[in-house]
């Protein structure tokens, strides 16, 4: 059915998702990386840390008395002391903030979206939220919740199996060896739940990337609409179409008054030639057209007072032989001489500087149809 969202988003979609802040996100994913970021601080640096932080008790637990006694001293040395307690888990609050600010980089990648800040009212309607709560994705997450607890529940009861005799074991160490041996229970613990929580964004990364696509899926109509909106419709493109070929034929009309000469065929072709010698290599066409188009070349080049030559083959040869704004066809260079010859004559005959055109040059030439560049005969 068209309207069932059977259709990938587009680009345009999934940016103006972007725009409004909707991402793939995943609470799983980013848990992992920062607990296990945390856990790998630990492994490189605990050696360090655990010592750092023995001495710092010591200092805390057995202070000076001549310290006590004088609060002018013992201000100072509780600012020291939590300054020196700050710095020994600085590495964990650094590993913390790193993998908080690049877990989101692993799905969606970071963006910030001022269309995400504005005021909603539906977010803060009861009816709203009571309808977010009682949603398919409202159970889904549910059901995550729960199968997230049972699976860490069965890690930790594993884990405790597995090193039941450890535990056993630390009620009958002395303070020093079971205190390094219970800080080596405690990080193979993290191991366990930073691999857990590990597979468990394996699975919900994906999940939530796809649900994402799902939701911004389109309907076929959709995307025709969206095609046409950037594209433009028909009936648009054709109105552009058509007023650029107009605004192109006022142009070309407006170039006709300055032209040499028009070749014509009496009721359908036009061509209008200007030729320019220094300036010029060879003569050039300002203006052609058929039918409507040749006859506002014609009643223009009559108002001008520009000559028109009537040589039917030859204004068939130079409309298929050149473009507007370019020269003629070598070919034709020998005919269009003739016919710009027979014009100034014509305009030396004119005004009074010449003989008729008849006593010195040919009519007009008639070249056969088999010398038209691109051309097949025309019967009209």
Request: aromatic letters at 6%; a positive charge; hydrophobic letters at 50%.
């Amino acid at each position: 059915m068209s309207g069932d969202k059977t259709e990938r988003p587009t680009a345009k979609r999934l940016r103006e998702a972007r725009e409004r802040g909707e991402l793939p996100r995943s609470r799983e994913l980013s848990s992992a990386v920062v607990v296990g970021s945390g856990v790998a601080v630990l492994m490189a640096t605990g050696a360090g840390i655990a010592a750092r932080a023995g001495a710092w008790l010591r200092l805390a637990l057995q202070p000076d008395p001549a310290l006590l006694d004088d609060a002018r001293t013992m201000l100072p040395w509780a600012g020291r002391l939590s300054a020196e307690g700050f710095l020994i888990v600085l590495p964990l609050l650094l590993a913390g903030l790193v993998a908080a600010a690049v877990g989101p980089l692993l799905l969606g990648g970071w963006n910030f979206s001022v269309k995400a800040l504005r005021f909603d009212a539906g977010k803060v309607n009861p009816l709203s939220g009571i309808a977010r709560m009682l949603s398919t994705q409202s159970l889904v997450e549910l059901l995550k919740g729960i199968v997230k607890a049972l699976l860490l529940g069965a890690l930790a009861a594993a884990f405790l199996w597995k090193h039941r005799d450890g535990f056993l074991a630390l009620a009958r160490m002395d303070v020093g060896p079971g205190i390094g041996a219970g800080v080596g229970l405690a990080m193979s613990a993290l191991l366990w739940l930073s691999g857990g929580l590990l597979f468990i964004a394996l699975v919900d990364a994906p999940y939530q990337w796809l649900a994402w696509i799902k939701r911004l899926r389109m309907t076929r109509q959709e995307v025709r609409d969206e095609f046409k909106q950037a594209e433009g419709s028909p009936e648009a493109k054709g109105r552009v179409r058509r007023l650029q070929q107009e605004r192109s034929r006022r142009r070309m009309i407006a170039a006709v008054p300055g032209a040499d000469v028009v070749v014509v065929n009496p009721t359908h072709y036009a061509v209008a030639l200007k030729y320019d010698a220094p300036k010029m290599r060879a003569p050039r066409v300002v203006a052609k057209g058929v039918d409507e188009v040749a006859l506002a070349i014609r009643e223009a080049a009559r108002g001008a007072k520009v000559a028109i030559v009537e040589a039917p083959p030859l204004a068939r040869a130079l409309y298929r032989g050149a473009a507007i704004d370019q020269e003629i066809p070598v070919a034709l260079y020998a005919a269009v001489a003739q016919v710009l010859t027979y014009v100034y004559q014509l305009r030396q005959y004119a005004g009074g500087a010449g003989g008729a055109p008849g006593t010195r040059t040919a009519p007009p030439p008639q070249p056969d149809i088999g010398d038209v560049p691109n051309g097949q005969p025309d019967e009209r």
